[in-house]
């Protein structure tokens, strides 16, 4: 049975086409909002208070900003998965929150039939969505403690009941604010919404003194300083009155989120770069394999000077290869890369003889990949591949190019392997570190197509048109 290793472009164009469309109705939404805006101020028709206009012209800054960024984290691959949900979810939520604010002050908007209607929902909108949002905000706060499941768990249902009775507030002040005989309205109290907005602040305030340690103290810092800088915005909105800052303040906080997360994803990276470009090295210059050939070398010069010569030549520029692709961080010729498998290959071909037939059809040579991207996966078909048959086989380095990708295709004869083996590591773990690479370098990506006594056939891609790293 042959199993295939690769990724679900199909699913991913979906929801990433979904996203784009989305973010381009909301840009086109607060633009015409903008537009709307502008054209009351030009007119003079806005609220006494100069206060007010600014604020709602800063909200429809935030939320181009937020959408912006809601869009670069969907399209861009930083982040682990969990804190990538809870961060586009705060994103989401805070950019309805401004909007719904920019419609409830409703400047411009008089020629809505159903305004009043429209200002009281977004007024439960832009009120009640605060509670979400300190939600997600704290259990984002906590993964960045625990990522145990039990524990995000607990608190989360810790923080979703303090925030519910907030919630239920803002929804009563809805309902009776309509009441004949006693109407109640949240504007009249504005500091029991504080009150109940600060609750869960006040224990995220807790968590971060009290595991500050975990946190790193630039972290702790940051985190503090969100949360004070929100809860000075919302004593700002519950003093003044004519002006809504909390969201815009909560925008400004997410984007130096995103921005910090950014560094320390792009940070960890380059690591995880590192560790793997010297994990591949000492995979390829292993004891077993510098014996083999060094035995091999010396039985030639007994044989044969010229040919013991040529490979210790081989041998040679092979080792700098392999040492070089440490200082490389970004990509390398493909003929470079192809004359180091060649060195490889020239080297194995010493021990094996014509036991192993290695063919090369590279027509397409004008392009980069990373450092030691082929000849990994050209060991691995000779090492786990042919020469693990009694007769040998054959391996076949192919290039070609389509619309949008160099491709260049390994395909050997060997014994094959269960490709699930791939993603468990095991001695394919060469295989799994190339593929990360690629991804990471160039936006590349790589398929395997494998099974027990069907051989092995790896397709890498690299994209023609993405900037690559240097």
């Not at 809601?70 to 691959?77: D, K, L, N, P, T």
């Not at 805070?94 to 400047?107: A, C, E, H, K, P």
């Not at 832009?126 to 993964?143: E, M």
Request: charged share 15%; glycine share 6%.
């Amino acid at each position: 049975m042959v199993k295939r290793v690769g990724r679900d472009t199909a699913v991913r164009i979906d929801k990433r086409t979904a996203t784009g469309i989305g973010c381009l109705v909301t840009i086109g939404i607060v633009l015409a909002l903008m537009i709307v805006t502008f054209h009351a101020i030009a007119r003079g028709d806005v609220p006494e208070n100069p206060l007010t206009p600014v604020g709602v012209v800063l909200e429809l800054v935030c939320a181009i900003l937020t959408t912006s960024t809601y869009a670069s984290v969907v399209f861009g691959s930083h982040s682990r998965r969990r804190f990538r949900s809870y961060f586009l979810w705060m994103l989401a939520i805070n950019t309805i929150g401004l909007l719904s604010d920019v419609i409830y002050w409703g400047i411009g908007l008089d020629f809505l039939p159903a305004l009043p209607r429209l200002r009281e929902t977004c007024y439960f909108v832009c009120y009640a969505s605060a509670f979400p949002l300190l939600i997600f905000y704290s259990t984002y706060l906590i993964s960045y403690i625990n990522e145990d499941s039990k524990e995000l768990q607990r608190y989360t249902v810790l923080m979703t009941g303090l925030s519910a009775d907030g919630f239920l507030l803002v929804m009563i002040s809805v309902i009776t604010s309509h009441s004949q005989n006693a109407p109640w309205h949240l504007s009249d109290h504005p500091w029991l919404y504080f009150f109940f907005l600060a609750m869960p602040m006040v224990v995220n305030i807790g968590i971060i003194l009290n595991f500050r340690r975990m946190l790193t103290n630039r972290k702790a810092i940051s985190f503090l300083f969100y949360e004070l800088l929100v809860a000075a915005a919302v004593v700002v909105d519950t003093v003044i009155g004519e002006i809504t800052l909390a969201h815009v303040v909560v925008a400004f906080c997410l984007i130096q989120i995103y921005i910090t997360v950014q560094i320390e994803y792009e940070k960890q990276q380059e690591e995880q770069l590192l560790q793997q470009r010297i994990s591949i090295m000492i995979s390829q210059i292993q004891p077993h394999f510098l014996y083999n050939v060094l035995t091999s070398i010396r039985a030639l010069c007994r044989i044969d000077a010229r040919e013991a010569e040529s490979a210790l030549t081989d041998f040679t520029l092979y080792l700098r290869g392999n040492l070089d692709s440490l200082s490389n961080t970004g990509c390398i010729p493909f003929l470079q890369e192809l004359q180091h498998t060649k060195h490889y290959v020239d080297l194995e071909k010493m021990r094996f003889g014509r036991d192993l037939t290695v063919l090369f059809n590279t027509p397409v040579t004008q392009f980069s990949l990373p450092p030691l991207t082929l000849e990994p996966i050209v060991e691995n078909a000779v090492r786990h591949g042919v020469m693990q048959r009694l007769q040998g086989g054959t391996v076949i380095i192919s290039t070609s190019e389509t619309e949008s990708d160099f491709v260049v295709t390994v395909s050997d004869d060997g014994i094959g392997f269960d490709a699930e083996q791939l993603a468990a590591g095991g001695k394919h773990i060469g295989l799994w570190n190339v593929r990360e690479r690629l991804a990471a370098v160039c936006g590349g990506h790589m398929e395997i197509e494998s099974g027990i006594d069907k051989g092995t056939n790896v397709t890498m891609c690299i994209p023609k048109y993405r900037k690559e790293s240097e």
